[in-house]
């Protein structure tokens, strides 16, 4: 099984990347392959330019985007790991689905709407915030997030959503034991869906 760990946050030493390389280690204990696409480190360009907007004369996906299609063409699991900036995923993150989950990769065109092209592939999420966990979801921001992101998203692609596990009141100095017990749920997350 393939598994795509698509990473966005500008700190190679972050939480976010912890995350994205648990996962990583663990999908691959267990025989499965793993491939980071740290976003950051990629220097992907998310800004969608001209020629790649679907139009009725076509559109022509850039040089990035058709060899990201070709990375992810065999991918079984895509992998989301990002922090929560004001209760939503970063624009670097926003503007890599934009561009590769697009026209012709996530789902096709028709006069009746949109054909899902990613079906029996699965999803799932990791976001962290400072914000406690309890309050991301008492004000209903989890919801929506999940709502936009995870129902909506998946429902375009076809993809079966897994599962979505949020950490909050990720704060500067958190104890390195609280970090450990985060990653464990990660790795947790590993075991029971695989």
């Excluded at 899902?116 to 914000?131: E, N």
């Excluded at 390195?176 to 997350?189: C, F, K, P, Q």
Aim: proline share 5%.
């Amino acid at each position: 099984m393939e598994h795509a760990v698509i990473a966005a946050h500008p700190l190679q030493r972050s939480f976010t990347m912890a995350v994205a390389n648990t996962y990583c280690e663990a999908v691959r204990a267990k025989d499965h392959e793993a491939t980071l696409r740290d976003l950051y480190r990629m220097n992907f360009a998310p800004t969608l330019g001209e020629d790649e907007l679907p139009r009725a004369g076509g559109f022509t996906p850039g040089p990035d985007v058709v060899q990201e299609r070709a990375i992810l063409a065999r991918v079984n699991v895509f992998v989301f790991v990002y922090p929560f900036w004001l209760n939503t995923q970063p624009a670097m993150l926003k503007g890599y689905i934009e561009r590769v989950f697009g026209l012709g990769f996530a789902y096709g065109g028709t006069g009746g709407g949109n054909v899902p092209l990613l079906k029996s592939r699965k999803m799932v999420s990791f976001t962290s915030s400072g914000a406690p966990t309890d309050w991301v979801v008492s004000t209903g921001n989890f919801d929506a997030a999940r709502k936009l992101f995870d129902e909506y998203f998946a429902a375009v692609c076809g993809l079966e959503v897994l599962d979505h596990i949020h950490f909050g009141s990720l704060v500067p100095g958190i104890r390195a034991d609280v970090v450990a017990g985060h990653l464990d749920r990660v790795r947790e997350t590993v075991a029971k869906y695989f």
